[in-house]
C-alpha cells in the first residue's frame, strides 16, 4: 500500500524546542508527516521520542517551535496552547508506553470510553434519556462491537482490563485509541513487553489500522527488525535532535546513525 | 511449640498493652486538681464486677480478656487457611444469591418497606428526630460527597460548605436572617427547597472552576480552605449570618397545593418522610448518572486522568460536573436541616462535620451509593447509640478515637468499605497487582 503514500501533509512540526529547566529535551525539532503513511521515530534511551509524543498529543507545552494538524475536513489546526483532550477531538489519538487502561473496567468499557462523544453531554441530556441520548448508545455500542473485532478481543470483551495479557493490553489500547475515530494514531512503544509472537500480531494490526481504516501512524519502536519492517519512513532522535531521516535502507547505512544509535557493533541492534 | 515462641510472645506483649489503652479508655477520667491519679486508680485498680459472677479489680480483667484474645488468636492462626476455606464454602450460597438481580431486587424491596413502617415502630419523638437529624441528614450529605469522592475521585475535605450553603439559604429566604430578603415576603420553607439546591450548585461550580484543575493533594487542601472561609464568614458576619448565635427561628415547612394543605410542625415524622423521599430521589439519580457517559467519563478521570484526556475527556468540565452534582444533595441536606432544627449556626457546618461525612463514603464503600447508604445509618446509629446512653464509661468526647480505630481495622481488612462497589474493589486489588508494572517503569526510564 505503500505507492498510496502522497506527499499530501497531516502532521508538521517545525522546530520544536522543549524545555525542563535548564534540561533541553527537544532542539529544533522538524518532523513532517505524510497522510497515510507508517512513519516511525528510533532512538537511543532518552533521546526525546516521548517528549515529541507528548507534544503532539498536547500532553507537553513546547516552548518553541509550531505543531499543525491538518484534518481532511477542517481548517489546519494549531497543535501547542491546545488542551490533550481537545487534540483528541480534532483527530490526534495516541497510546502510551506503559500502558494506561482503565484497569478496573472491562475490555468493553474501555473502549466505549473512547467511542463516547465527549463534548455536548449535559447533566439532563445524560439523565433523562431521550431517544438521542440513547441513540448515541448504540452507536457507540456499534462502534465498540466493531474495534472489539477489528484487533481481536471479541471473546475478551467481558474481562477486566487488568486481567489481559501484556499483548492484549497492547491491542485494547490501540482499540480505545481508534475509538475516537482519529486521522492520525501516535503509538508509543507499542510491542513494549510482548512475546515475538504477539509482537507479529501486532505489527499486523498496526498495519491494518493504516490499510483498513485509513489511519495515518506514527510510532516509537526499540524493536528495530519490527520498526524496520513496519515503518516507510523513519526519523531518527539523539539527544533531543533529529540526527536523520529516510526510508529504513537508507537509515540503516547511514553511518551518523550506525555511531549514534546503533552503535559500532552491530551485535547492539536491539538496544 | 509455636505457642510460646518469639513471634508469639511478642504478639501477646502487643495485646496487653492494646488491652491496656482499652482499659484506660473506659476506665473513669482523671482529675486534674485534687487527685491527679484517680484516672489511673478508676482504669486499673478498681474492683467491677465480672459480668456478675465475681469481683475483681479491672487490670485482672482485662489482662485476663488480652490473654483470651491471644489464646484464640494463637490457636486461630496455624489454622487461619481451613478456617477460611470453611467461612468461604459457607458463604458460597448467600454470596452467589446476593449477586443475583432477583436477590437484590427483594432485599430494595423489604428495604423500602421497612423503611416505610419504621415510623410505626418507633415511638418516642426524640428517637424519631434523630433518625431524620442524625441519620436521613447524613444520608444526603454521605451520598452527595460519594459522587465527589467515590465517582469522580476527587478529595474533597470542606463538603460541609455545601451544607452550610443549603442551611443559610433557607434561613436566608424565610427571613430569618440578619441580610436583607431577597423576596419582598419571606418565602415558605418547602419552596426553598429547589433554591437551596441550586444555590448549593452554583457554588460547586463557583468553586470548582478555579480549584479542579488541581490535582490530588492541592485540591484537598483548596477545598479545605473553602471550607474555611465560610465557616469564618458566618461566624464573623453577623450583620448577614447572624453569627455565632446564628439565625431567627427558620419556620417550619408548609405545603399549599391549594385542595390539599399540609404542614410540617414540631413532630419529626413528616420531616422524616420528606427526607426519605428525597434520598430515594437522588439515590435514583446518583444511580442513573454513574451509569451514564458521565459515569464513565467520571471513572475514566478517577483511575487516569491523562488518558481519559487521551480519548477527548475534558478532565475540568466533568469535574466541575461531579462538584454541583455531590454538592445538590449536600445543599438539600442543609435545607432539611434548617426546616427541622429551626435555626441555623455556625456550629453545624465546622471541618469536623466534612471529616465526618468523608468518614461515612470511606468506611461504607466510596463509589457505592448503598455502601455509602448503609455506612451513614451503621456510624450514625452507632454515634446517636453512644451519645445519648453512654455505655461502658464512654465519654463523647473520645468518639473520633473510636472512628479512628473502626478506620484503620477497615483499611487494613476491608480497604474498599463495607459494601464496595464494584469497580472500586477491582481498582484496590488492581492497586495492589500494579507494583510490578511501576518497577517496569522506573526501569524503561523515558517517562511520559
Known sequence: MSDQVTTDLIIRAEKLTLRFGGVVSLRDVSIDMRRGEILAVIGPNGAGKTSLFNSLSGVYQPQEGSITFMARDAAPLSVIGKKAHQIAQAGVSRTFQASRLFSALNVFENIKIGAEDHRGIGLVGALVKGPGTRRGEHQSDEVVIKLLEFVGLTREANLIASQLSYGARRRLEIARALATDPEVILLDEPAAGTNPSEKLELAELIRRVRDERGVSVLLIEHDMKLVMSLAERLYVLNFGSVIAEGSPADVRANPVVIDAYLGSSHEETKA | ?448
Open chain 2, 1 to 448: 511449640m509455636t505457642m510460646f515462641s518469639p513471634a508469639n510472645l511478642k504478639r501477646l506483649f502487643l495485646i496487653l498493652v492494646i488491652t491496656a489503652v482499652v482499659a484506660v479508655m473506659t476506665g473513669t477520667p482523671g482529675s486534674s486538681t485534687a487527685s491527679p491519679t484517680t484516672g489511673v486508680h478508676g482504669s486499673f485498680l478498681e474492683r467491677v464486677s465480672w459480668f456478675g459472677l465475681f469481683v475483681a479489680p479491672r487490670w485482672l480483667l482485662f489482662t485476663t480478656l488480652g490473654v483470651i484474645v491471644w489464646l484464640v488468636v494463637s490457636l486461630y492462626r496455624p489454622r487461619a487457611r481451613s478456617i477460611r476455606r470453611g467461612i468461604d464454602t459457607a458463604l458460597a450460597l448467600p454470596k452467589a444469591l446476593a449477586t443475583k438481580r432477583s436477590t437484590r431486587v427483594a432485599l430494595m424491596l423489604v428495604a423500602l418497606v421497612v423503611v416505610i413502617f419504621l415510623p410505626k415502630f418507633v415511638h418516642e419523638s426524640f428517637w424519631m428526630y434523630l433518625i431524620v437529624e442524625q441519620i436521613g441528614v447524613w444520608i444526603l450529605l454521605a451520598l452527595g460527597l460519594n459522587v465527589v469522592v467515590g465517582f469522580a475521585g476527587l478529595l474533597d475535605l470542606g463538603f460541609a460548605a455545601f451544607y452550610a450553603i443549603g442551611a443559610y439559604t433557607t434561613a436566608w429566604l424565610t427571613g430569618a436572617l440578619p441580610a436583607p430578603a431577597l423576596f419582598h415576603h419571606p418565602i415558605p420553607t418547602l419552596w426553598v427547597i429547589p433554591i437551596g439546591i441550586l444555590a448549593a450548585m452554583i457554588f460547586g461550580v463557583l468553586l470548582g472552576t478555579p480549584t479542579l484543575r488541581l490535582r490530588g493533594d492541592y485540591l484537598a487542601i483548596v477545598t479545605l480552605g473553602f471550607a474555611l472561609i465560610i465557616d469564618d464568614f458566618v461566624e464573623t458576619q453577623s450583620g448577614v449570618t447572624g453569627g455565632g448565635v446564628g439565625s431567627a427561628p427558620v419556620p417550619h415547612p408548609a405545603l399549599n397545593l391549594g385542595f390539599w394543605h399540609f404542614h410540617w410542625g414540631i413532630t419529626p415524622t413528616p420531616y422524616y418522610y420528606l427526607c426519605l423521599v428525597f434520598i430515594i430521589v437522588f439515590i435514583i439519580v446518583f444511580t442513573s448518572l454513574e451509569r451514564s457517559r458521565i459515569g464513565r467519563a467520571w471513572v475514566a478521570i478517577r483511575e487516569d486522568e491523562v488518558a481519559a484526556e487521551s480519548v477527548g475527556i475534558n478532565p475540568l468540565k466533568y469535574k466541575v460536573m461531579a462538584f454541583a452534582v455531590g454538592a445538590a444533595s449536600g445543599g438539600f441536606g442543609g435545607v432539611m436541616s434548617a426546616g427541622l432544627v429551626g435555626i441555623v449556626n455556625p456550629g453545624l457546618f465546622t471541618f469536623q462535620i466534612s471529616v465526618n461525612v468523608l468518614v461515612l463514603v470511606i468506611f461504607g464503600g466510596m463509589g457505592s451509593i448503598w455502601g455509602v447508604a448503609l455506612g451513614a445509618i451503621v456510624i450514625q446509629t452507632a454515634t446517636s447509640y453512644l451519645d445519648n446512653y453512654q455505655p461502658w464509661g464512654y465519654q463523647i468526647n473520645d468518639l473520633y478515637m473510636y472512628i479512628g480505630a473502626l478506620l484503620i481495622i477497615m483499611m487494613i481488612f476491608r480497604p474498599a468499605g463495607l459494601l464496595p462497589s464494584r469497580r472500586r474493589a477491582r481498582e484496590f486489588a488492581a492497586a495492589k497487582g500494579d507494583e510490578q508494572v511501576h518497577t517496569d517503569e522506573v526501569l524503561t526510564g523515558d517517562q511520559p
